[in-house]
T-cell receptor, first 115, second 109 residues
Framework: GAGVSQSPSNKVTEKGKDVELRCDPI?????LYWYRQRLGQGLEFLIY????????KSGLPSDRFSAERTGESVSTLTIQRTQQEDSAVYLC?????????????FGPGTRLTVL | EDQVTQSPEALRLQEGESSSLNCSYT??????LFWYRQDPGKGPEFLFT???AGEEKEKERLKATLTKKESFLHITAPKPEDSATYLC??????????FGTGTRLTVIP
């Protein structure tokens, strides 16, 4: 079946602009995660959704970052007033039910470049 | 504080030269340890999950093992197509994964 998809694959923006990144999880997966991967660094957790609610937002680095999920499906990560340090690959993952025994499957990521 | 350290950062092997990658961790209440493979420009691809010390899992030329403090990913007779970055991640109290920085493996024909 189809895996996790993300769009756009690449996004170049100017400092101060807002951006929206989209994630389509595997059909039927109720848990959805956003991670950030900066060059040469490990993946950093941003936010976790169970259904449409976000019980864990502890990884969001500032109030410029927000995310929502609708219909227990698509999720959008929004970064307002982008800064150069926001440049990274943003990865989305989904799992069946969010249990620790459920494997997280990743999308290909969105490469964000802030000029 | 949860910590995951992978070593070495980079590894170059001749085709057929077996070796091991290390992932040492310090977490409270390990619920699972995960190995992923990541190719350039792509998202991580799931390889293995290990849940308890002594557990081992194998897939083709890869074998993952787990102790109370570390995990090893053994690569037997690697081929050039095994070249990738191998990521280790742990899941402790929260639902998210906590990742190491990876080992970049290059297998030379």
């Amino acid at each position: 079946g189809a895996g996790v998809s993300q769009s756009p694959s690449n996004k170049v923006t100017e400092k101060g602009k807002d951006v929206e990144l989209r994630c389509d999880p595997i059909s039927g997966h109720t848990a959805l995660y956003w991670y950030r991967q900066r060059l040469g660094q490990g993946l950093e957790f941003l936010i976790y959704f169970q259904g449409n609610s976000a019980p864990d937002k502890s990884g969001l680095p500032s109030d410029r970052f927000s995310a929502e999920r609708t219909g227990e499906s698509v999720s959008t990560l929004t970064i307002q007033r982008t800064q150069q340090e926001d440049s990274a690959v943003y990865l989305c993952a989904s799992s069946l039910a969010g249990r620790h025994t459920d494997t997280q499957y990743f999308g290909p990521g969105t490469r964000l470049t802030v000029l | 504080e949860d910590q995951v350290t992978q070593s070495p950062e980079a590894l170059r092997l001749q085709e057929g030269e077996s070796s091991s990658l290390n992932c040492s961790y310090t977490v409270s209440g390990l619920r699972g340890l995960f190995w992923y493979r990541q190719d350039p420009g792509k998202g991580p691809e799931f390889l293995f999950t290990l849940y308890s010390a002594g557990e081992e899992k194998e897939k083709e030329r890869l074998k993952a093992t787990l102790t109370k403090k570390e995990s090893f990913l053994h690569i037997t007779a690697p081929k050039p197509e095994d070249s990738a970055t191998y990521l280790c991640a742990v899941q402790a109290g929260a639902n998210n994964l906590f990742f190491g920085t990876g080992t970049r493996l290059t297998v030379i024909p």
